[in-house]
């Protein structure tokens, strides 16, 4: 009796075993993609005068496969674009999913996804920094943001996430997520002389700028 017991405690511990790797396996699953650029991007970003860069995204109410597709090819077009940040508004979607990698060199670093981001708070700590956008392409201008966010947001398994972020990465999440809400890096910059020169030089109408300063 001992054995059969011993038995059947051992077959169901394998299965739990099973169960346990399978799932550790779906946990796994990343939308990360190679970082090489590709001669033709799956996804066409828009630029300043595109009136859909002006509209609100809205909050993505169900993570399945479909978003997480949607995910590595706004990376394969932002790696092909050579930028560090995309947010979908900026290929004609307008769901609140943003992509976001830092270490273009180096394949091993996973890429950030943020689907549903919200900042809960912001320190009093004020940068100038000089952003970029790949919808302005060849335009760089200073922009004042807090130094340091903490940020609530859903990763592309769907799981409710909290990070603090400061530097760079603080810089890159606040400008991605100003495309949620329909504003451009260029609304928030003060120097109007500067700005309409850039703007100028690089072929794009100052009037596409919605200033909110």
């Known amino acids: 009796m001992l054995r059969i017991i011993e038995a059947v405690v051992k077959l169901s511990l394998s299965k739990s075993f099973a ?19 590709l001669e033709i991007p799956p ?15 809205r909050r993505i109410s169900k ?24 947010a979908a508004p900026q290929i004609g979607v307008h769901k609140q999913l943003l992509v976001i990698d830092l270490d273009l060199e180096s394949s091993s670093t996973p890429p950030l996804i943020l689907i549903n981001p919200e900042i809960s708070g912001a320190s009093a700590s004020l940068e100038t920094y000089e952003e970029g956008c790949l919808s302005i392409p060849g335009v760089y201008l200073n922009v004042v943001r807090p130094s340091a966010i903490t940020l609530s947001y859903r990763d592309e398994m769907g799981r409710p996430k909290k990070m603090k972020a400061d530097g760079l990465i603080a810089r890159c999440i606040q400008h991605e997520m100003d495309h949620l809400n329909g504003v451009l890096f260029v609304d928030r910059v003060s120097n109007e002389e500067e700005l309409q020169n850039a703007l100028k030089e690089n072929g794009f109408n100052n009037q596409h700028v919605n200033p909110i300063l």
Not at 43 to 57: D, F, P, S, V, Y
Not at 68 to 83: D, F, H, I, T, V
């Open 19 to 37: 169960q346990l790797a399978r799932t550790a396996e779906k946990s796994k699953s990343s939308v990360a993609v190679s970082k090489d650029p």
């Open 43 to 57: 996804l066409e970003i828009h630029t300043l005068g595109n009136k859909g860069l002006r509209q609100n995204a």
């Open 63 to 86: 993570v399945d496969e479909s978003i997480r597709e949607l995910a590595r090819n706004m990376l394969r077009s932002m790696y092909s674009a050579k930028g560090i940040g995309l």
